[in-house]
């Protein structure tokens, strides 16, 4: 596996489980989606590039499948979510809530390497070391961005658009370049 050079590629699952199968409310995925868009494009208008490619289900095989055909330098997903899981779903709309270890099993099944995984759900950094967050450090996540509470959908969007826009400032350089730096490091290792 080489370094994760720019342009910034982000992979986006959006899980929206089937409405009359889940007990969550719908969550407003294409606000966030276009928010996402929006950043990433702002940030490629700056730099000469910015990918992100959305999948549709967000199931651990499509995850993994998209994994194994690019790599990226964030997973973004954008779930319900826990302390300990997230809900994704398969591909007849049933939610598959997920934890840690099933996620991080996913990544290595594509033998990538997702040198940021962000959590658009709930509470994913809340509970100390069972915290999801915590599980994917542990099962070798290398970053995760993950909130500690309860948020609402517009909280949420507001804030991923904010985060996606300050890697265009020298901070989000100097976050990509530590990155790619430590994907280098990690593929001489590997050699």
Known sequence: ??????????????????????????????????????????????????????????????????????????LHLSAHGSSSTVELEDEDGEPHPVDSRALMNAIRDAQAAVPLIVLSSCAGASGGGEAMAAGLIAAGADRVLAMQTSISDSYAIRRLAAFYRDLTTPAGDWLLAQMQELERSRARIVE
């Open 1 to 74: 596996m080489g370094g994760l050079a720019g342009p910034l590629r982000v992979l986006a699952a959006v899980a929206a489980p089937d409405e009359t199968r889940t007990e969550n409310p719908p969550l407003d995925v294409e606000a966030e989606m276009q928010a996402l868009l929006d950043a990433v494009s702002d940030l490629a208008s700056g730099r000469g590039g910015g990918q992100v490619r959305i999948l549709e289900v967000a199931s651990l095989s499509q995850i993994t499948a998209a994994l194994r055909e690019g790599s990226f330098h964030v």
